[in-house]
């Protein structure tokens, strides 16, 4: 049973560019959360989303941010106009339909590097 | 005052150590604790999780919590050198969904 994929493992961006990470959850899994890992810092919480439904935002960015989950293929978080700040780790976890969704697993994350 | 406060050492232990790892909170009303590790350059996985206070174990690692101090505990018996890692505690908040977590505490094991 595959965990929780995550691609790209690694992305440079350029100051201005987008930068699109993808999240397919484990198999039977329907909720998608995504996280951020600053340097030295700990993992924060930024949205949480279901099938073509996002639940909670509440830890997402006003600006330049995006997040979608549809009812076909993987979770998209969508960072537009990168700048430096947003270097970082970021992290897919998914929870099963009908389970815990304080039970959270993790993917192997994305290392965006802004340029 | 941080919702989940955790130390994050480092830690350097002799193999074979008890290891102990501490957070506390301040939200009373929080009644799951999970902890998580983290090796370098990998997603966090989740070790164990209790619900409201008492102990937890599972093989050499035993999770603890005391509600009466807002206080949380792991310890790790006869650590090995492949537990160096950064470990995590999170709870769940905001309708369980949402998971805070402590800043991590880095552990060295050395053979």
């Known amino acids: 049973n595959a965990g929780v994929m995550q691609n790209p493992r690694h992305l440079v961006r350029r100051r201005g560019q987008e930068a699109r990470l993808r999240c397919s959850p484990m198999?039977?899994?329907?909720?998608v959360y995504w996280y951020r890992q600053l340097p030295e810092e700990g993992l924060k919480f930024m949205v949480y989303l279901q099938k073509e439904n996002i639940i909670d935002e509440s830890g997402m960015p006003k600006e330049r941010f995006s997040a979608e989950f549809p009812k076909e293929g993987p979770s998209i978080l969508r960072i537009q106009q990168v700048v430096r700040g947003d270097s970082a780790a970021y992290f897919c976890?998914?929870?099963?339909?009908?389970?815990?969704?304080?039970?959270?697993?993790f993917g192997p994350g994305t290392r965006l590097t802004v340029t | 005052q941080k919702e989940v406060e955790q130390d994050p050492g480092p830690l350097s232990v002799p193999e074979g150590a008890i290891v102990s790892l501490n957070c506390t909170y301040s939200?009373?009303?929080?009644?799951?604790f999970m902890w998580y590790r983290q090796y370098s350059r990998k997603g966090p996985e989740l070790l164990m999780y209790?619900?409201?206070?008492g102990n937890k174990e599972d093989g050499r690692f035993t999770a603890q919590v005391d509600k009466s101090s807002k206080y949380i505990s792991l310890f790790i018996r006869d650590s090995q050198p492949s537990d160096s890692a950064t470990y995590l505690c999170?709870?769940?908040?905001?309708?369980?969904?949402?998971?805070?977590f402590g800043a991590g505490t880095r552990l060295a094991v050395h053979p």
């Open positions: 939200n009373s009303a929080f009644q799951y």
């Open positions: 209790t619900y409201s206070s």
């Open positions: 976890a998914s929870s099963p339909l009908g389970g815990s969704d304080y039970e959270q697993y």
């Open positions: 198999k039977g899994h329907s909720h």
């Open positions: 999170a709870i769940p908040s905001g309708g369980y969904n949402k998971l805070i």
